[in-house]
């Protein structure tokens, strides 16, 4: 880690963009420990045979189909980075677009550290990733571990490492599972990412756009957690109870870029998300909760993710 090759990088930011984002990976990753990516043969195949046989429970248990993302990688901490250089510029597009400022470069060097330092703290603490490439003339895909921060979580938590590892197996596999049983869902997101910003430099937002963008992603995150209750091969209650111990937990810091990062607005969508699909899959069934992939209009409504029966009603009459 070296401090002032971090900050010496944000400082000579330059190009017309409002942030430079070469600057951005070379300041986060100075900023950034990489971590040990050393695998025995025996880790390398676990953590091939945990993706597999989650495939083969999600597709069994959600009665879905889709296929392993094209790229899986176990990574470092600047590996993560450099994926998700290209993603977090993606998703900043729009907010560029609509973008001014009066005093440009001193903007750019504002922007390019605040990125910077996101995701340098992003990549100390992401476990592992389905990245479906929004926003992106590209129909790949990627699926993510970041070995370095799992070793450390695992034995933070006093969990066996294979087993901690593999329930995050289990998890980003059920977001490649809803995002290949809904190839209209990346388009979906944008379409409304796209929306919701488009008044950003006019110091407004769609708010309807952002509320459905909100809607959808309470969806994605609790049909996960739904897979994961009906498809994980072992209770797992003590692991969501740590982590979400973890989660509250930290330091001031964690706790502020928690807020900044809307990471609270994510574990609420989670817990919110999970108990509508729990609902529909205890009525009907986890294969009827899945109906909810077969096309836009099935999607809940915001009123509907708090009475799952109103969707129930609507999708399953």
Known sequence: MDLYRSVRAVADASGNGVVDWDAVGASAKAATEPGDLTLTPDEEAGYADDVRDARDRLRLVGDVKFELPDAIEVQNRHHWINANIATFRRVMEPIEAETQSL????????????MAFTLSYLSRNVLGQYDP?????????????????????????????????????????AHAAEFGAAPWLPDYLEDRMHEAVSGISSGSIDRASFKELNVAMTAVEGYAELLMD??????????????????????????????????????????RGARFFAAVADERGVAAASAVWERPENLPTDAELDRPQLWINRVHP
């Open 103 to 114: 005093f440009p470069d001193v903007a750019r060097t504002v922007n390019t550290g605040t």
């Open 133 to 173: 490439l929004l926003l992106a003339d590209s129909d790949d895909h990627g699926l993510y571990f970041v070995r370095p921060n799992i070793l450390r979580v695992a034995d933070e938590l006093r969990v066996p490492y294979p087993r901690f590892r593999r329930w995050i197996a289990f998890h980003e596999v």
């Open 230 to 271: 009906r498809a994980f091969d072992e209770d797992y209650t003590d692991l969501r109870r740590k982590l979400d111990a973890r989660r509250q937990g930290g330091g001031p810091v964690a706790r502020i870029m928690r807020r900044l990062l809307g990471l609270g607005m994510k574990r609420r969508q989670y817990e």
